[in-house]
């Protein structure tokens, strides 16, 4: 069965179309809400709340991009406001009056390792943390990442330059020895 008539089924509310989108998508979904959150139980929460999300509002879905792109940002939104909720309070910066520059080059020194740049990804300030993840492992680009979070593409531009500038520093650190 094609993809896209088992969404027009999705649409008339048919549950075994609705079950096997949900299978076909479950797992790979679990491993994006994962990237973010890191805790299994809060991953499958995201899940179900990111699927009930869908099934409700999948008469928005024009097939302008695949099922899969399309559940991708609704994991990704509900994963980031997961970790919005556990926050105090998140202190606005308005970066749109920046100057940004590209910088494309994302090579780290000989011997790094890519769970070693994952783990510095966590420690990054989650500001910047949430547009590297989504550019370097989710494959977002500038205009897709500032639709999802709400920026700007300027500051887009300007947290993943600077996203990338702490990382650089914490895998030096931890290259040299000097970081924790």
Request: include cysteine; charge should be neutral.
């Amino acid at each position: 069965m094609f993809q896209i008539d088992v969404v027009e089924q999705c649409k008339a509310n048919d549950r075994k179309a609705q079950l096997q989108l949900y299978n076909q998508y479950c797992s790979g979904m679990f491993y994006v809400a994962m990237r973010f959150v890191k805790n299994s139980s809060d991953a499958e929460d995201i899940i179900q709340e990111s699927f009930i999300k869908a099934f409700q509002k999948i008469h928005q879905f024009k097939g302008d991009v695949s099922f899969g792109a399309w559940l991708k940002r609704i994991v990704i939104n509900k994963s980031i406001d997961f970790l919005k909720s556990k926050k105090e309070r998140l202190v606005p910066l308005d970066e749109n009056y920046m100057q940004v520059v590209e910088d494309n080059d994302w090579t780290v020194e000989d011997g790094i390792t890519l769970d070693e740049v994952k783990l510095a990804m966590e420690q990054l300030p989650e500001k910047y943390k949430y547009v590297v993840m989504m550019f370097l492992l989710e494959g977002y680009d500038h205009h897709e990442i500032a639709n999802v979070l709400g920026l700007s593409e300027t500051a887009c531009r300007t947290r993943l330059l600077r996203g990338k500038g702490f990382l650089k520093e914490l895998l030096k650190k931890k290259r040299y020895g000097t970081g924790s």
